[in-house]
Every structure is written in C-alpha cells, then in structure tokens.
C-alpha cells in the first residue's frame, strides 16, 4: 500500500520560506505522478502544484507561480515544496498527493493517495 508522510511546516512571518517535503513508501514512487494541495478553514480543498513522473515539468495554481517550486526526488521517493515570499492568504493545511499514470491532472478527484496534511500558517 502507498503511504504519504508530509513534513516542513510550520509558521513563518509574510516574506518568509518554508519548504516542505513528502515521502512516498514503497517502490512505486517513479510510476506516480504527484502533487500539493491545500485547504483553509471554511474553504475547499485546492490545487497548488504538480509535477510530472520525470520530474522535469511542474504545474503551478496561478497565485503561487514565480513563488513556490514544485520538485521530486525518485531515488529518495520524496516530493518537495519550496515556498517563498509567503502570503498571509497561503495560510492552509497542505497536502501531498499522487495518483498512477502519466497524465497530471489537478483536481482532487483526480489523486489515488493522499497525505494527512501538514500546517503552514504565515503571520503579517
């Protein structure tokens, strides 16, 4: 069974960085295409990030872009986040998610695995 095990968050203060990491047990990693997501009290969950199973091309919400980088790892079976200049409004739990196949989709209907969520909350 594939498990999703975020880490990195925390508080930062408004221009800060935070990266956040997610590994991915088993050896499946490579074959999984992968993404964030995160969800703010009161409001849906929504796509952040994702990237392809080459690493190579990365998806960006359009609020994010220029700010937050997408990256994996496939030997070390980790998916990262790297979030700078940071918003108060970026403030949410995050998810790591991934789903089989090559196509990268960005709805959360799309994923097959789902992290438990790590908090980044940014203060002004």
């Known amino acids: 069974q594939v498990q999703l095990v975020e880490s990195g968050g925390g508080l930062a203060q408004a221009g800060g960085s935070l990266r956040l990491s997610c590994v991915v047990s088993?050896?499946?990693?490579?074959?999984?295409?992968m993404a964030w997501f995160r969800q703010a009290p009161g409001k849906e969950r929504e796509f952040v990030a994702a990237?392809?199973?080459?690493?190579?091309?990365?998806y960006y919400l359009n609020s994010v872009l220029g700010r937050f980088t997408i990256s994996r790892d496939n030997v070390k079976n980790t998916v990262y986040l790297q979030m700078n200049s940071l918003k108060p409004e970026d403030t949410a739990l995050y998810y790591c998610?991934?789903?089989?196949?090559?196509?990268?989709?960005?709805?959360?209907?799309?994923?097959?695995?789902w992290g438990k969520g790590t908090q980044v909350t940014v203060s002004s």
């Open positions: 998610a991934g789903r089989w196949g090559g196509t990268v989709l960005t709805n959360t209907g799309g994923m097959d695995f």
């Open positions: 088993g050896r499946t990693f490579s074959g999984l295409t």
């Open positions: 990237i392809d199973r080459s690493g190579r091309i990365p």
